[in-house]
C-alpha cells in the first residue's frame, strides 16, 4: 500500500494551496479524503493527479470558456476576434496564443 500524503505534503506536490484543497473538498470538485486515527486528511496519488488536472484547467481560465461560449465579456472579445470559423487545423496556433 503506497504511503498516504498529508495535506501540506499534497499542496506542496501539487503547488496548490491548504485553503484552496480544502475548498475544492467542501464545494465537491475534490472528493472527501480518508482520514487517519488521529483525523488527518490522507491524500493518495490519485488525489495528486485530480489537483494536478483541477490546476492545469483553471490556468486555461478564460479562454477554455470562451472557446465554448460562456466566457463572459472576455470570452465575447475573444470570440470576436476570431473572424474565421476554427477548424483542426487552426487548432494548433490556438492552442500556443496566449
Same mark, same amino acid.
Request: net charge positive; charged share 15%.
Given at each position: 500500500?503506497?504511503?498516504?500524503?498529508?495535506?501540506?505534503?499534497?499542496?506542496?506536490?501539487?503547488?496548490?494551496?491548504?485553503?484552496?484543497?480544502?475548498?475544492?473538498?467542501?464545494?465537491?470538485?475534490?472528493?472527501?479524503?480518508?482520514?487517519?486515527?488521529?483525523?488527518?486528511?490522507?491524500?493518495?496519488?490519485?488525489?495528486?493527479?485530480?489537483?494536478?488536472?483541477?490546476?492545469? &484547467? $483553471? +490556468?486555461?481560465?478564460?479562454? =477554455? %470558456?470562451?472557446?465554448?461560449? !460562456? /466566457?463572459?465579456? #472576455?470570452? &465575447? $472579445? +475573444?470570440?470576436?476576434?476570431? =473572424? %474565421?470559423?476554427?477548424?483542426? !487545423? /487552426?487548432?494548433? #496556433?490556438? &492552442?500556443? +496564443?496566449?
Amino acid at each position: 500500500m503506497e504511503c498516504p500524503l498529508t495535506i501540506g505534503a499534497l499542496a506542496r506536490a501539487t503547488g496548490v494551496a491548504s485553503k484552496a484543497i480544502r475548498y475544492y473538498e467542501q464545494v465537491g470538485v475534490l472528493p472527501a479524503p480518508a482520514r487517519s486515527a488521529a483525523g488527518y486528511r490522507q491524500y493518495t496519488r490519485h488525489d495528486v493527479h485530480r489537483l494536478l488536472f483541477i490546476r492545469r &484547467a $483553471r +490556468a486555461l481560465g478564460p479562454a =477554455a %470558456a470562451a472557446h465554448q461560449g !460562456a /466566457g463572459g465579456r #472576455a470570452g &465575447a $472579445r +475573444a470570440v470576436q476576434r476570431r =473572424a %474565421a470559423p476554427l477548424t483542426c !487545423a /487552426g487548432v494548433p #496556433a490556438l &492552442a500556443t +496564443a496566449g
